[in-house]
């Protein structure tokens, strides 16, 4: 090796040379020239121009050499238009790569990290195949409404949330909350729990949540919870408590139409919800 050229260490690819800095980047030294002017050996290199960063610097190589990768930086493509990225060592050769992006909750299948992608956010597990694949997806938009990235983080944490403005094929608008299927994927789901008049379903709707049986001839339920009850938002966990306990623990704040405010507690009396 050439004592007077600077000495940047291992070489990461052939792992035997060491990585030395000439006028046109940093190369391995591994290698021999053959008689026919061609190289042979380690050709692992990293030039000192670069087509997205411009000139590479000595703190950018021995951070891609150490770390096997650069911090994240602006980089402009051939036509000039800037995106963020970092350079990677990648099968013995300088890429790009880019910083996925994943949500703080943990897919509620296989526990596996949940990322964002350009349709939606998906288990890093979906997109493997065998028995190691996830089905967990959500998609951006379901029934034309987008969904957001809070809105899954409160899915995963177990947090129900009723969305409205889904719209349905025949054009009516229907609110609903994302559910699981015992295969993993999601749907959507706008049953609650059992009525406590009739035995139906509670479903939610733009407005109340109502029994299915409202339109039944047989039954005829009329039971129903506003949402927006004296302005206290009536959550999926206040029915459910509601229809299954008789009541909902936690003592609410209301408000009057002064906007005074007034704490009660909500029950189910005589086939309808009432304030104690």
């Not at 000495?7 to 800095?21: Q, S």
């Not at 990225?85 to 996925?100: C, H, Q, S, Y």
């Not at 004296?230 to 936690?250: K, S």
Request: glycine share 10%; aromatic share 10%.
């Amino acid at each position: 090796m050439d004592n007077t050229l600077k000495d940047f260490g291992v070489c990461p690819k052939c792992g035997k040379g060491h990585i030395i800095e000439h006028p046109f980047g940093w190369s391995c030294n591994n290698s021999e020239k053959q008689a026919d002017g061609t190289w042979k050996g380690c050709d692992f290199v990293i030039f000192k121009n670069n087509n997205y960063v411009g000139e590479m610097t000595e703190d950018m190589v021995l951070h891609l050499l150490t770390k096997g990768e650069t911090s994240e930086m602006e980089m402009h493509n051939k036509a000039g238009r800037p995106f963020h990225a970092k350079l990677i060592l990648k099968d013995g050769k300088v890429a790009l790569g880019f910083n996925e992006h994943f949500l703080e909750g943990r897919c509620p299948v296989c526990g596996g990290r949940i990322k964002k992608t350009s349709k939606g956010y998906a288990c890093e597990h979906f997109f493997e195949e065998g028995d190691s694949h996830c089905n967990f997806y959500v998609g951006n938009f379901i029934c034309n409404r987008m969904i957001t990235e809070q809105e899954v983080e409160n899915f995963v944490a177990g947090r129900k949330q009723v969305l409205d403005g889904f719209v349905s094929k025949a054009g009516k608008p229907f609110s609903s909350l994302l559910s699981l299927k015992e295969d993993g994927s999601v749907f959507l789901n706008s049953t609650i729990c059992k009525c406590p008049v009739c035995g139906g379903e509670i479903r939610v709707s733009p407005k109340a949540y109502n029994c299915s049986n409202f339109s039944n001839e047989d039954v005829k339920c009329q039971f129903f919870i506003w949402r927006n009850l004296d302005g206290h938002i009536v959550t999926p966990e206040d029915v459910i408590q509601l229809c299954e306990n008789g009541q909902v623990d936690e003592v609410l704040r209301f408000y009057r139409e002064n906007g005074r405010p007034f704490d009660k507690q909500m029950k189910f009396q005589d086939g309808k919800i009432v304030l104690v």
